[in-house]
């Protein structure tokens, strides 16, 4: 959000109360000039199947609207709908008994929440690191940050993956983390968590995955996807969210632990103020119990049954849309290429990648682009079956006009 600009009249607040219509009219119109999430324009940040699973969720959210996840006592329904939530959790990654689990408001606060409770649990002498490749996600860093580590990131391999030797190299005395990607944001594919799993074990380190992106896609997917969650020995704890490939309400991950008692390293309690005894085991304090019960729903509507038809209507949409980029002369399919995210970059120098992003977004695309390699990215969800033509059609059209016009565009480095 802008600050105000020094100079500029300020929105006065409101004295007198507007009326429903004219204020929805107001977002309706607010919303003009958004990106169409319903009709696939982007590839981030949403993630759409039908109106009817829609339903399902806001329905159950609105069930919910008013109330308040803080308060579990008051609202003890909530406290069961979010221990099914995570107990199904558990039970899809194949978390061991004994195992327990946070519902978190997103990827952030779930990393958060695991880098916090591993910096606890192994007091360091110096400043604790985090030894991950270079691919984890931005979101390790910014727990560091405020949590007071530092990230200490090693070179990815020609395939975009961890190098475990790299790994193990730049562990040291103040290592409390290694981080793993399954799969990685950046490029889609996975790190080599059962190397990592067992470098973890043989050093006595927390071993976070970080299945964010990929958790409710890898378990379903019709292709072998290699071993990424509790199964792997070494597998300390492994978040994944629910309001991503998991088809929930936004403000809903989860931070599953293979040893509950490790929940005590994230969790805050005091005692010293007037009002009692204030505990919480996620960084919020009020939290939206909409989310909550849209997560619910949503899991139950679709069962496994619904998850394993998302991943392959996602997979199928995929290799349609790989297929026709490589029919364009002059684009490339990144590889490997795994799961969800579809990357492609030019081989022909007479295509600029930035001019052509520039001319996709030109045509009303909005455009994700990756800075290495160099390339166009696409987290692809089940709302892309239906624009793989349009898309395609648009793409060519774009090269044409790179190639006519010698087309240079500038970069933009922005990931979200
Ligand atoms: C692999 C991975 N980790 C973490 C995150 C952060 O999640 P959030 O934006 O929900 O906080 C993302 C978001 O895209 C992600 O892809």
Known sequence: MPDHAPGTARLPFPDAGAAWPELEAGLIQAKEKDVDWRAGRLAVYTYYRDEALLQVAQDAYAHYFTENALGK????????????VVEMGLSLFHAPSGAGGSFTSGGTESIFLAVCAARNAKPVAGRPNIVCCETLHATFNKAAMFLGLDVIRTPMTADFRADPA???????????????????????????VAALGALAAARGLWLHVDACIGGFLNPFWPDAVPDFDFRVAGVTSLSADLHKYGMAAK??????????ALKRHHSFEFDAWPRGTYATETFSGSRPAGSIAAAWAVLRHLGRAGYVENARIIHDAKARLAAGIEAIPGLRVLRPSELCMLLYGAEDPAIDLDALAERLGARGWFVGRNMQPKSIHLALNTVHAGTVGPYLADLAAAVAEVRAGALRGAEDRRTY
């Open 73 to 84: 006592r008051a609202f003890p329904s909530l406290a069961r709908l979010e221990g099914e």
């Open 166 to 192: 790299a790994i193990a190299a730049a562990i040291d005395d103040n290592t409390v983390m290694i981080g793993a990607s399954a799969p990685g944001y950046s490029h889609g594919v996975f790190d080599p």
């Open 251 to 260: 403000g809903a991950s989860l931070l599953l632990l293979r040893d509950a």
